[in-house]
């Protein structure tokens, strides 16, 4: 088939290269414009759009998919179908009716669990033992359209959103490739989403990502995992922000009041509302991430003191 792939960030280059190597026909990709990036602000390639430059696949990068220039080259280019992962625009139905076979989108859930833009996050979030991906047929709603096909995996005890959202990224477009086939093929069926189990992932922010110590350990666990990488874990030390790698639950571990800090030779524990955790990395501002007994040595973190 001709193919137009559709997607952003480095997340979608494992699908992009399973595609490469699968025997369609990849003509272009659609990407999000070049953005500021960096110190000096300068405008950047999406890591889609660079893995096509460096293979000389034409890249399309409208600002919005229903610019009438965008929807003339997508016609004139004439895609069976367009693969899309994490592309981070709304395609609207005059763009969705040009290829034959449609839209079809890697979502990294299990549909309608999690629709929307952080379903890894809030996964991980939620304390799901269970995830996957879902391929689906892309329309007008969000995340809504009939399930091609999925895979599961398993939402490990110290997985972060970075550790889950790679293997799903892997094994996802395994999974993408083999609903291509089918559509060439003509063996692809779609199965309508059930109208029971539906959850919302909206993307988590910054606020988000703030330890809340006054949580049981397994939430703070839990947050700062989903936040890890992004958007980032922090809580303020002495008035200052300072970010966390993941932590540890002590469930044998001292008496601590919420945020407060024990440093001890090799560890360092905060309170929580239930049983202490101790910290992995601390990043404090403008300093370079260190081990939390590290950081307690050369911050001199006295009895008493707390996070917050």
């Known amino acids: 088939m001709r193919l137009i792939f559709a997607g952003t960030p480095a997340v979608a280059l494992p699908a992009l290269d399973a595609i490469a190597a699968s025997g369609h026909d990849l003509v272009a990709v659609v990407t999000r414009p070049d953005a500021p990036a960096g110190r000096g602000r300068g405008l950047v390639r999406s890591p889609v759009g660079a893995w096509a430059d460096e293979r000389g ?20 280019l004439a895609p069976d179908c367009v693969p899309v992962v994490a592309y981070g625009a709304l395609v609207p139905p005059v763009a969705l009716e ?18 929307g833009a952080a379903p890894v996050q809030q996964a991980v979030l939620h304390g799901d033992e269970l995830t996957g991906a879902s391929v689906f047929a892309l329309e007008e ?48 069926r779609a199965e309508p989403q059930p109208a029971d189990g539906v959850s919302l992932a909206p993307k988590l922010t910054v606020d988000d990502a703030r330890v809340r110590w006054g949580d049981p350990a397994f939430a703070v666990d839990r947050r700062i995992r989903a936040c890890t990488p992004a958007p980032g874990p922090w809580t303020t030390f002495r008035g200052e922000r300072v970010k966390l790698g993941p932590v540890v639950p002590v469930p044998d571990g001292p008496d601590l ?5 024990l440093a001890e030779k090799s560890r360092v524990l905060a309170g929580t509302a239930t049983v202490p955790v101790a910290l992995g990395e601390v990043r404090a501002a403008g300093k370079k991430a260190m081990a939390a007994s590290d950081w307690a040595r050369g911050a001199r973190v006295g009895a008493g003191e707390e996070l917050a």
């Open 141 to 188: 709603g969000l995340d809504t359209g009939p399930v091609y096909g999925t895979v599961t995996d398993e939402i490990r005890p110290t997985d972060t959103s970075g550790d889950l959202l790679e293997r799903l990224a892997h094994s996802g477009s395994g999974l993408l490739v083999a609903v291509l086939d089918a559509l060439d093929a003509g063996t692809a």
């Open 98 to 115: 040009i290829p034959r076979h449609g839209w079809i989108n890697l979502h990294f859930s299990l549909l309608p669990a999690w629709r």
């Open 257 to 261: 009041k919420p945020g407060e800090l």
């Open 57 to 76: 696949v034409e890249v399309l990068t409208p600002a919005r998919p229903r610019e009438p220039e965008f929807l003339d080259r997508l016609r004139a």
